[in-house]
């Protein structure tokens, strides 16, 4: 072809992209979505300081990392319980983006507990008969939880009696609160007596002279950053106005900021195993003789990371544990074979084993719809779909990390306030995505599998698998963990799945089994999976290999645990009334 001018039809398709994009970005506007905001990445990542310094962020502009969050902070001069901080009392309980109990919570009341040990405390019914702590009691309130969930009616009392418990819960179920209102409520009586010398705040802190060795009773081990963040926000309601200090500390984040949080004082630890190790690393910054309850959270998917030494380090407490009396308790959506070994080395032979609705099975709240798509039509497929729902909080998961920016920019192109996160973004640039989608700045967000583990957030009201998790890739058990990241604690939520017969029959049999067992609609397409009439749905791993063969079930669904509490009248306990 003469004399044609290849730089000018660059420019051409760029205009009719260009105005392309300002169309679909106008019909995202009308549709009520808002407009995206752009992120600047090297922001906050320039490595080396900038030549020039006036360049810099000044650190107080930049957002607070996690681990720094405001908690409340003990003073000396106070009696058993601290008096009342209303502006963080405002910031812990009252924030807009805290999860609330929605209108099914009766759905997740009435699912089937199962007791699988000889020993089976009687579950509580309300939180004032639980013989909870008066200031732990108040917290609840203060987070408007109003009855027990199914796994707290449970765990409660098994640790009040003193015993070792695995939970085996749905995502969602209340699990975080299950382990913690027991454990706090057993310390705060006695923190004065069992908790390390710490700093009195209330004369001021110069950590020169002040500095402390944190020595927590407590040690929560999460598998993600975001998780042990979660349960970070969760440690600080419940001991608002009391004298144990939750710290966490994570991967990614400074360490510096860490470690000056432990230096003030740290009762109960929260983190992610490889930091936790990198402290123990330094006994002058972390002791773990002192600790009297360890608690393993979604414990099967810390047994799938190679790390069997270092878990004997951190669930012996570094050898230095002087504790005779070290309970242990692990949370876990499965209870597979790692599982089952970690329990029979770790916990007591007397421990509570309790089972909420069958292990990795999904939530009756959540509405699934599996779509057909061909791989080369699913961008367009999300795009239609994000426009014909109404805005909501939207959660999208891909299977790797270049497809996470790729399908983020796309939307982003088009119009769509998106975010993304995966394990290749910084943690600063991840907790940042987060925000953005907490506070609905960015309502819609692309995620790796892995970086959504534990996420509880509120509203979100639409999980999307864009690509569905292979079998290779945590199959079932996957699907289960990311749609359960809608319909949190009671709420209804939907999770709309793309599936292709060339990528994705490896999940078929699972996935079709899994909706008949939650009760959903099966699409003509994967008619031709059903399992046989009378086939069982899923095999249970978990009772195969009790080494006793003695075994106790009880489905209590309809008597103690499972239905509604009846209302209890009895009066609530104060701080009066508390032997302390
Ligand atoms: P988790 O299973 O620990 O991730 O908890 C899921 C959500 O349930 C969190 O947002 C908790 O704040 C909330 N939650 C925990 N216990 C209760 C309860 N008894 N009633 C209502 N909401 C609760």
Redesign the pocket.
């Known amino acids: 072809m003469d004399n044609f001018d290849v730089s000018s039809m660059g420019s051409a398709l760029k205009d009719i992209t260009s105005s392309q994009n300002t169309k679909r970005a106008e019909a995202a506007r009308e549709k009520g979505w808002v407009a995206p905001e752009s992120y600047d990445y090297a922001k906050y990542n320039a490595g080396p300081p900038l030549p020039n310094p006036s360049e810099e962020i000044p650190k107080e502009q930049l957002p607070e990392w996690a681990a720094n969050a405001a908690k409340y902070e003990w003073k000396d001069e106070y009696g058993d319980v601290g008096p009342a901080n209303p502006d963080l009392e405002e910031m812990l309980f009252r924030s807009e983006f805290?999860?609330?109990?929605g209108l099914k919570?009766s759905n997740l009341q009435n699912i089937e507990v199962i007791a699988e040990s000889h020993e089976r405390p009687k579950p509580v019914k309300t939180?004032d008969d639980a013989g909870i702590h008066p200031i732990v009691r108040e917290n609840?309130r203060l987070?408007?939880?109003?009855?027990?969930?199914p796994?707290?009616a449970y765990a409660i009392p098994a640790v009040l009696t003193g015993h070792d418990l695995i939970a085996i819960?749905?995502?969602?179920?209340?699990?975080?609160?299950?382990f913690l209102i027991p454990v706090l409520s057993q310390l705060m009586g006695k923190a004065k007596k069992l908790a390390a010398p710490r700093p009195n705040l209330a004369e001021g802190y110069d950590p020169t002279v002040d500095a402390v060795r944190a020595e927590p009773l407590v040690l929560i081990v999460a598998p993600t950053r975001e998780l042990a963040t979660?349960?970070f926000d969760?440690a600080r309601r419940l001991c608002y106005r009391s004298m144990l200090r939750p710290c966490v500390v994570y991967g990614g984040a400074p360490t510096r900021d860490q470690r000056e949080e432990l230096r003030r004082g740290c009762d109960i630890l929260i983190g992610t195993p490889g930091r936790i190790l990198d402290f123990m690393d330094k006994p002058h910054i972390l002791s773990l003789r002192r600790v009297k309850y360890t608690i393993i959270d979604e414990a099967d998917e810390l047994l799938l990371a190679d790390w069997e030494s270092d878990f004997t380090k951190i669930m012996s407490g570094g050898d230095m544990n002087e504790d005779a009396d070290h309970r242990y308790m692990m949370f876990s959506a499965t209870f597979n074979r790692d599982c089952r070994q970690l329990a029979r080395k770790y916990l007591a032979e007397d421990h509570v084993r309790v089972r909420i609705g069958r292990p990795g099975s999904t939530h009756i709240n959540v509405d699934q719809n599996i779509v057909y798509a061909e791989p080369a039509l699913k961008k367009q497929c999300l795009y239609d779909l994000l426009l014909a729902m109404p805005p909501s909080r939207t959660l999208i998961f891909v299977n790797s990390k270049t497809q996470a920016d790729f399908l983020d920019d796309y939307l982003y192109n088009m119009g769509l306030p998106s975010t993304s996160i995966h394990a290749d973004r910084t943690q600063r640039e991840r907790e940042d995505a987060l925000r953005a989608f907490r506070t609905a700045k960015c309502p819609i967000m692309v995620a790796t599998g892995v970086s959504a583990r534990?996420l509880?957030i509120?509203n979100v009201m639409h999980v999307i698998n864009f690509d569905l998790p292979s079998k290779t890739h945590g199959g079932i058990v996957e699907y289960v963990h990311r749609i359960g990241r809608t319909a949190?604690?009671?709420n209804e939520g939907l999770a709309t799945s793309f599936y292709n017969h060339d990528r994705d029959s490896d999940l078929a049999p699972d996935l079709v089994r899994l909706l008949i067992e939650s009760k959903q609609a099966i699409p003509d397409f994967l008619e031709s999976y059903k399992p046989a009439d009378g086939e069982k749905l899923f095999q249970d791993d978990t009772d195969d290999e009790d080494e006793e063969g003695e075994i106790v079930e009880e489905d209590n669904s309809k008597g103690n645990w499972g239905g509604i509490p009846e209302p209890v009248d009895s009066r609530a306990p104060t701080v009066a009334d508390y032997d302390f």
């Open positions: 805290i999860n609330r109990t919570i939180f609840i987070c408007r939880y109003d009855l027990p969930t796994i707290q819960a749905q995502t969602g179920s209340g699990k975080t609160a299950a979660q349960l969760e534990g509880d509120k949190r604690i009671g």
